[in-house]
Nanobody, 120 residues
């Protein structure tokens, strides 16, 4: 089992920034993917960004939704089993509950979610 604890959500004005963090604990294998999904009211949950567990210099890949490219940056600290999402130039349409996601050996785990509200 893997447990995920998220932090960093909140209320911010349009154009502002927030950083989300998610720390995994439990039975963690060296090869995994951590990421963030979001779900806005009345919409389906969607991938925001994810990152594999490879080395920084090679083998670590990232994936972003088109709507956040150039504004959001995902990173991770493997020693701390923590993934970060730096969100800049936030827009009202970024308002959603953001969920941490962890995948390994065919299993998927979810955090409880943290609310991000961007006011116009």
């Amino acid at each position: 089992q893997v447990q995920l604890v998220e932090s960093g959500g909140g209320l911010v004005q349009a154009g502002g920034s927030l950083r989300l963090s998610c720390t995994a604990s439990g039975s963690i294998y060296s090869i995994n993917t951590m990421g963030w999904y979001r779900q806005a009211p009345g919409k389906q949950r969607e991938l925001v960004a994810d990152i594999t567990s490879g080395r920084i210099t090679s083998g670590r890949s990232t994936n972003y939704a088109d709507s956040v490219k150039g504004r959001f940056t995902i990173s991770r600290d493997n020693a701390k089993n923590t993934v970060y999402l730096q969100m800049n130039s936030l827009k009202p349409e970024d308002t959603a509950v953001y969920y941490c996601n962890f995948k390994q050996i065919g299993m998927t785990y979810w955090g409880k979610g943290t609310l991000v509200t961007v006011s116009s």
